[in-house]
């Protein structure tokens, strides 16, 4: 079973700052998703990757395969961006049985 | 296009009683996926599913069961409520497997076991 690990737990910012949330994972996998779920809530996929980086917006997303890594950055922070980012990886590596979650890093853009 | 819905949104059950929940999506997924959310825990699958007709255990199955007897929904079943079971129940569907594309996920259904 592949075991996930996120860094921070907990992060404050202030409005405008780069944030970089780490995400760690033991198996190797064939993909990778980085998911919000927001003060309500809900969650929604924000992105799956299997390697190197992905941009949307704001938001980018890498990923090092060989070294099991992982990292969901924010640039120019906004308050709106206040919600938790969980990294998740297929449970068994490569099997069809779910996503092995994070427990997720708490973010907090302060205006 | 509503995607993924759950019903009920609340429910407070008793211990030892039943109930089901149901979760719906219009996107003609393959795969539908079962989670509880427990605090100060990742997000867990209990059940999933990948086709009609067909169920498989996750990583915390004990006490639940499943049916998807059609292809847009899924049912998560608690035959005798226990505390334990207090959580926040997310369904989720995706197109193909965990490596293939995103999951969306249902609002959740906040159950409370006395």
């Known amino acids: 079973k592949n075991e996930v690990e996120q860094s921070p737990q907990n992060l404050t910012a202030q409005e405008g700052e780069f944030i970089t949330i780490n995400c760690s994972y033991s198996v190797g996998i064939s993909a990778l998703h980085w998911l919000q779920q927001h003060p309500g809530g809900g969650i929604v996929s924000l992105f799956m990757?299997?390697?190197g980086k992905k941009k949307h917006g704001r938001l980018i997303a890498t990923i090092n395969i060989q070294e099991k890594h992982s990292s969901l950055h924010i640039t120019a922070s906004h308050p709106r961006d206040s919600a938790v980012y969980i990294c998740?990886?297929?449970?068994?590596?490569?099997?069809?049985?779910?996503?092995?979650f994070g427990k997720g890093t708490h973010l907090i853009i302060q205006p | 296009n509503a995607g993924v819905t759950q019903t009920p949104k609340f429910r407070v059950l008793k211990t030892g009683q039943s109930m089901t929940l149901l979760c719906a999506q219009d996107m003609n997924h393959e795969y539908m996926y079962w989670y509880r959310q427990d605090p100060g825990m990742g997000l867990r699958l209990i059940h999933y599913s990948v086709g009609e007709g067909t169920t498989a255990k996750g990583e915390v199955p004990d006490g639940y069961n499943v049916s998807r007897l059609k292809k847009q929904n899924f049912l998560l079943g608690l035959e005798s409520a226990a505390p334990s079971q207090t959580s926040v129940y997310f369904c989720a569907s995706s197109p193909g497997g965990p490596w293939m594309g995103e999951q969306f996920f249902g609002p959740g259904t906040r159950l409370t076991v006395l």
């Open positions: 990757l299997s390697s």
């Open positions: 998740a990886v297929p449970h068994s590596g490569g099997g069809a049985d779910g996503l092995t």
